[in-house]
T-cell receptor, first 114, second 110 residues
Framework: NAGVTQTPKFRVLKTGQSMTLLCAQD?????MYWYRQDPGMGLRLIHY???????AKGEVPDGYNVSRLKKQNFLLGLESAAPSQTSVYFC?????????????FGPGTRLTVL | DAKTTQPNSMESNEEEPVHLPCNHS???????IHWYRQLPSQGPEYVIH???SNVNNRMASLAIAEDRKSSTLILHRATLRDAAVYYC???????????FGKGTHLIIQP
């Protein structure tokens, strides 16, 4: 089992460019999450999904869009990147509600927006 | 989700037990107590979680106060690999992920 994988590992964008971060999990989990982590801070939830075809907003959704077309994949899009979106992005998945079940995290994507 | 309070940092020696405290005085009856840790340059890793009773697993033990207003994560024999940021998180079981604070930075001295 690879667990949760994220692509790419690093990316540098210019302001206004767009990109998509891919998260994949091979544990057949229903729930998937995107978080961002700024230096010295804890993780903040961007968007989440409770199953294929569903998405919902988290704490800091502005400037991001997501899609869950396949159960195993959760995509995070930045339509017009801004320097404030420079951060490390983590994807996670869980087999049930986050409050009751273990979340499995990916290794992260380090994004710099110039 | 209710708020937790943790020390910013703690230091311990290798091969000794470590007790990481967490205060959560506004915890509700349905809130679970979760602990995750994050090693340098890695994603968070689940450690343990519980509701009312003390819990043990291969990584650690979780001691929950009788009034549930505080808890302690116990690493029985710290190794250098346990140096990480440890997050104490409360969750009422919703679908909307976990709320991470700044956690406790655990330093292990050889």
């Amino acid at each position: 089992n690879a667990g949760v994988t994220q692509t790419p590992k690093f990316r540098v964008l210019k302001t206004g460019q767009s990109m998509t971060l891919l998260c994949a999990q091979d544990m057949n989990h229903e729930y998937m999450y995107w978080y961002r982590q700024d230096p010295g801070m804890g993780l903040r939830l961007i968007h989440y999904s409770v199953g294929e075809g569903t998405t919902a907003k988290g704490e800091v959704p502005d400037g991001y869009n997501v899609s869950r077309l396949k159960k195993q994949n959760f995509l995070l899009g930045l339509e017009s990147a801004a320097p404030s979106q420079t951060s490390v992005y983590f994807c996670a998945s869980s087999g049930g509600l986050a409050g009751y079940n273990e979340q499995f995290f990916g290794p992260g994507t380090r994004l710099t927006v110039l | 989700d209710a708020k937790t309070t943790q020390p910013n940092s703690m230091e311990s020696n290798e091969e000794e037990p470590v007790h990481l405290p967490c205060n959560h005085s506004t915890i509700s009856g349905t809130d679970y107590i979760h602990w995750y840790r994050q090693l340098p340059s890695q994603g968070p890793e689940y450690v343990i979680h519980g509701l009312t009773s003390n819990v043990n697993n291969r990584m650690a033990s979780l001691a929950i106060a009788e009034d549930r207003k505080s808890s302690t994560l116990i690493l029985h024999r710290a190794t250098l690999r346990d140096a990480a940021v440890y997050y104490c998180i409360l969750s009422g079981g919703g679908a909307d992920g976990l709320t991470f604070g700044k956690g406790t930075h655990l330093i292990i001295q050889p």
